[in-house]
């Protein structure tokens, strides 16, 4: 108890020396569970603190912490970064959910954003983009380009963001591609390039030509460049550097103006405790260029989809669909509901293989 | 030029003066990484090694430094009574995991009831989780003459899939909206390993850990068991005619170290970590085997070990977060500690002589 207010006391001062600073200086905090050079989802949040530092330029500082592992260490990263006076600190894997909610109580005074995550207080956001719109439109891609009617995807955790994803891929896939086939492998780790790289070999191996990936490096792309014939897709970030094949589009997580709106609500003391979840029609997932042996035609139905759910025409979880026992989950012309989504823990029909439990 | 002269008998002095030596080399190579980084590597150096003790935050800091030491010296205390005797237990990590499975899972079975018993049992579990763990290695080789080297390391991999599959599985948090990971046990208040005071960092971790290294300092000095674990490692055969049975101590070191580890799983899930979650294993049971030969596997020099590589840890991330120094030169300035350490053991077994090249 004493310990919390010896902290809440020191946030205090510090709320207080930075607010005398506060005119010329936002200190704007960053913890990434990867390293910033991943190529991917740190790498995309990196990209995003250093679009605030350029929209800003001298009225921010912006401090980072790479590789931060998700757990008790967490916690003290996170209070580290608000003892060293941070006004808003951006916590951006789910896995900091936890040290967030209980740093942010510790501090009140400082603003803090959760990334991925549903725990929220007066002074906790939480904010994640609609990656899943994203998949819907490589799933086109994906049904039509494999040969094998085989997709290997490279799963990090069964969670409901990864899950989703899996789901929203696999129904356009299906849709173009009746007898498309989905083969799921865990990693069990957002970043480790040595076990993607693995799975997606064993993937290729097994007659797998188009390899989905929601893991963070460039290690699938790598492995499908050197056994030829097999296509891959960027995640989270554009991963040119395997343009224009194997890597034939990618999915773009584009946090740097999300991060410039919330800066700029701390300066102007509007800041509220918010929950936003944005997609491709904010602008916070971007599909990356389409490039290589995709023919032109496939490449427009992609982008239509792409602006079919941008303008809300289109949703990509519409019935009818049923879940993967053949329950009957979405009438026709239904879509599915937010909350569903965010807690989605099933296969839609038709994905073989159980999530593991 | 240079010669190196065996030494008949290791030097005492130098077998204190190289862990010092070592850290102090560790200083200079990773001051000129740093620099090379472009970073002030004075400041650097000052950030891991001071500021955590005696800077502005040090109030938060230094119960940090014992809250992220009580594992690492827990572990390397049971290790060590294995590496005297030249019985290598490897995989700490894996026992750390199960120990803390264990004792969590007496918890999650017993919420949410009251009970004063459940923390005791969660204790007794992760110990006996661990050692359970630990008898694998340990029976195989007895019975089989396996090698425990690989046989531990591997039953690591083994613990983290059964980790993974609790998390996602049978302890996962009914109320977490299908995501994976326990209950927070912080928020289950016969379950927690709380502060025993406030703000002090000092956790029944901690606790054990300090009674870990006295028991292990009267074990190693006073009495047989102990005399036997020495003369096993000194001179295996010498130890035959004295009477030393080689599967006990095998059992009863690999055993030990098992259910320390185990215990120091325990009390981390129930404690600062709070959940079992698929990335709860960060280490320690690998930095464990750093912290006890830097110790010179002596049960005091362990504890001053386990605080000097928690500091490194807490400075290191203070560097990073303060400076912006790469996660990967922190993690290699740590991982210079050892090798610095292992090179300037050639001190203690050899003597440094200037001969002329004629002499040849």
């Known amino acids: ?357 | 030029m240079l010669r190196l002269d065996r030494r008949p008998q290791p030097s005492r002095l130098w077998t204190l003066l190289t862990p010092p030596l070592a850290v102090l080399v560790t200083m200079i190579v990773g001051g000129a990484l740093f620099a090379a980084l472009g970073k002030d590597p004075v400041v650097a150096i000052e950030t891991i090694f001071w500021e955590p003790l005696f800077g502005e935050f040090a109030f938060y800091y230094r119960p940090q430094l014992l809250v992220k030491a009580a594992p690492l010296i827990l572990i390397a205390i049971g290790l060590s009574l294995g590496f005297r005797a030249g019985i290598w237990n490897i995989g700490a990590e894996g026992q750390y995991i199960i120990g803390a499975l264990c004792g969590a899972g007496v918890a999650l079975a017993a919420y949410p009831s009251e009970s004063w018993l459940i923390f005791p049992g969660m204790v007794l579990a992760g110990a006996l989780g661990g050692w359970a763990w630990a008898m694998i290695p340990a029976v195989l080789k007895v019975r089989f003459g396996t090698n425990e080297i690989l046989v531990s390391l591997m039953l690591v991999y083994v613990a983290e899939q059964l980790l993974a599959s609790m998390a996602l599985g049978p302890m996962r948090n009914p109320e977490g909206m299908g995501f994976p990971g326990s209950r927070n046990l912080q928020q289950y208040a016969p379950a927690h390993n709380a502060e025993l005071i406030a703000g002090t960092g000092m956790h029944w971790g901690v606790a054990a850990a300090l009674i870990a290294v006295i028991f292990s300092y009267v074990l190693l000095n006073r009495h047989i068991l102990g005399y036997h674990i020495r003369l096993t490692g000194e001179a295996p055969r010498a130890a035959r005619f004295a009477g030393v049975r080689p599967g006990r101590l095998i059992l009863f070191c690999l055993g030990a170290s098992g259910a320390l580890a185990g215990l120091a799983g325990m009390f981390e899930v129930a404690g600062p970590a709070g959940q079992v979650t698929i990335d709860f294993n960060v280490g320690y049971g690998f930095t464990a085997i750093i912290v006890a030969f830097l110790g010179r596997l002596h049960p005091v020099g362990i504890l001053l070990a386990g605080l000097l590589l928690a500091l490194t840890y807490i400075g290191g991330e203070l560097a990073q977060s303060n400076m912006q120094l790469p996660a990967a030169a922190v993690q290699l300035f740590q991982g210079m500690l050892l090798f610095f350490l292992l090179a300037v053991d050639v001190l203690v077994h050899f003597r440094l002589r200037w001969r002329r090249a004629e002499a040849a």
């Open chain 1, 1 to 357: 108890m004493t310990f919390t207010r010896l902290l809440t006391g020191a946030a205090l001062a510090l709320g207080m020396a930075t607010t005398a600073i506060a005119e010329d200086k936002t200190k704007v905090g960053f913890i990434y569970v990867g390293p910033i050079g991943d190529g991917g989802y740190t790498y995309e949040h990196n990209q995003g603190r250093l679009a605030v530092e350029e929209h800003f330029g001298d009225k921010v500082e912006t401090v980072y912490q790479e590789s931060v592992p998700e757990g008790a260490d967490a916690e003290r990263a996170i209070t580290q970064m608000a003892l060293q006076g941070a006004d808003l600190i951006f916590t951006t894997s789910f896995g900091f959910m936890d040290a967030t909610v209980n740093t942010a109580k510790k501090f009140p005074k400082v603003k803090f954003e959760h990334a991925t995550g549903y725990k929220r207080a007066d002074n906790l956001s939480t904010y994640s983009a609609r990656f899943y719109e994203g998949r819907s439109v490589l799933g086109v891609i994906a049904g039509h380009m494999t040969k094998t009617n085989k997709i290997g995807y490279i799963g990090s955790y069964p969670i409901p963001e990864v899950i989703r994803g899996i789901n929203a891929a696999y129904i356009e896939a299906k849709k173009v591609n009746p007898d498309v086939e989905f083969n799921i492998i865990w990693a069990y780790t957002w970043f480790d390039p040595a076990k993607e790289a693995d799975a997606a070999t064993a993937l290729i191996e097994q007659g797998n030509d188009v390899i989905l990936q929601h893991t963070d490096s460039t290690a699938p792309s790598a492995a499908a460049k050197a056994k030829g014939d097999v296509i891959t897709f960027g995640q989270a970030s554009d991963m040119a550097e395997y343009k224009p094949e194997p890597r034939v589009s990618s999915i773009i997580d584009n946090w740097g103006p999300y991060y410039i709106e919330r800066v700029q609500a701390v300066m102007d003391g509007t800041w509220e405790s918010t929950d936003t979840w944005a997609g491709i029609d904010d602008g916070m997932v971007v599909i990356g260029e389409i490039t290589g042996p995709v023919p032109d035609d496939v490449k427009q139905e992609a982008l239509a989809m792409r602006d079919a759910i941008a303008s809300g025409e289109y949703h990509p979880f519409t019935g009818p669909l049923n879940k993967q026992d053949g329950s009957e989950w979405l009438k026709e012309g239904e879509t599915a509901d937010d909350a569903t989504l965010l807690g989605m823990n099933f296969y839609v029909e038709g994905i073989k293989g159980d999530i593991p439990q």
